[in-house]
């Protein structure tokens, strides 16, 4: 049985996100993930690069800024998401995940938001 007050912990990145809202191929289990994130049955990490991502990739699709808008508000309403500040210290240390993984830095900032 599951612990209630230890709910399980998920670093996402944008695509979960993004597959919602460009309504792409994986919606239903990316809506069912998500909403489990919005009761608060399990904690969601997200960096706030990752939301950058998410809101760029919205406007490289031609969402509205009305649009934009409902989703950022959606994620304050989120019980179990946990939005990561980047510092600069991160974003330095991201660059070294670049060179010793070979990753480009999106990934390499998912990787040192862990």
Known sequence: MKDA??????????????EVELRQTNIEACKKFLKMAARGEIIAVISDFEVDSIILAMQRNKK?????RRFLISLLRYKGLEIYKLTMADKLKATKHMQTFGLDLEDSLVLQSA
């Open 64 to 68: 509205s800024w009305k649009e934009t």
């Open 5 to 18: 007050a230890n709910p399980d912990i998920y670093l996402i990145d944008s695509s979960v996100f993004l």
